[in-house]
Structure formats: C-alpha cells, structure tokens
C-alpha cells in the first residue's frame, strides 16, 4: 500500500525557514491529491495545507497563509512544504497525508499518514 517518509524538521530560530519532504512510494503518485498537517503538544491535529494531483490548486490554514507553501514534484513522487517567517507557535509533529478523493481539510477524510517529523521553533 502507501507509503509516506517525512524529512526535513528540526530545530530552528524565530523568523527562520524551514523546508519539509515527503516521499510517497506503493502507488502512483500523480493519482493522490496530498497534505499537510500538524499536532502541537496538548492540541487535536490540525490541517496546513494541500496540493491536488497536479499540483495547480493548494489551500492553506489561516494560521500558515502567505508564510508557507505546499507543492509537489510527480516526476519525484514528493511533496515539500516550505516554511518561512516560522514562529514558535509552528513548533509540532508535522505529517504528510494523501488520498486518491480526499480534498477536505479534517483529518479523518485522508487514508495514509506518515510517521511525522518534528520541527521545534525557538524564541
């Protein structure tokens, strides 16, 4: 089935970038619109953001809106979030998640998850 590897989290300072990768392998890739999400100490994981399957429409949390950029390379099979002006509020397990229909910014719609990638923010 799918397979989903997140990389590129760590540490960082206030007002730093930061870009994350997910590699997608099992299936085809161009076939699964795919997503970003996010789970904060003591908070419910949260939608970031998404790309179709061609790559041509993303959205964005408002939280991460004009500061973060999704987009995807098919001939890679990966999708990279690039993250700019980073907070410390940012600071979570970030998860890369993908689904062949699934469009809808809420957890439960998508079907594969990857382990997740930390990525801390200092101030």
């Known amino acids: 089935q799918v397979q989903l590897v997140e990389s590129g989290g760590g540490l960082v300072q206030a007002g730093g970038s930061l870009r994350l990768s997910c590699a997608f392998s099992?299936?085809?890739?161009?076939?699964?619109?795919m997503a970003w999400f996010r789970q904060a100490p003591g908070k419910e994981r949260e939608f970031v953001a998404r790309v179709s399957r061609s790559g041509g429409n993303t959205a964005y949390a408002d939280s991460v809106k004009g500061r973060f950029t999704i987009s995807r390379d098919n001939a890679k099979n990966t999708v990279y979030l690039q993250m700019n002006s980073l907070k410390p509020e940012d600071t979570a397990v970030y998860y890369c998640?993908?689904?062949?229909?699934?469009?809808?910014?809420?957890?439960?719609?998508?079907?594969?998850w990857g382990q997740g990638t930390q990525v801390t923010v200092s101030s």
């Open positions: 998640a993908a689904d062949e229909i699934a469009v809808a910014p809420v957890v439960r719609v998508w079907d594969y």
């Open positions: 099992g299936r085809t890739f161009s076939s699964y619109a």
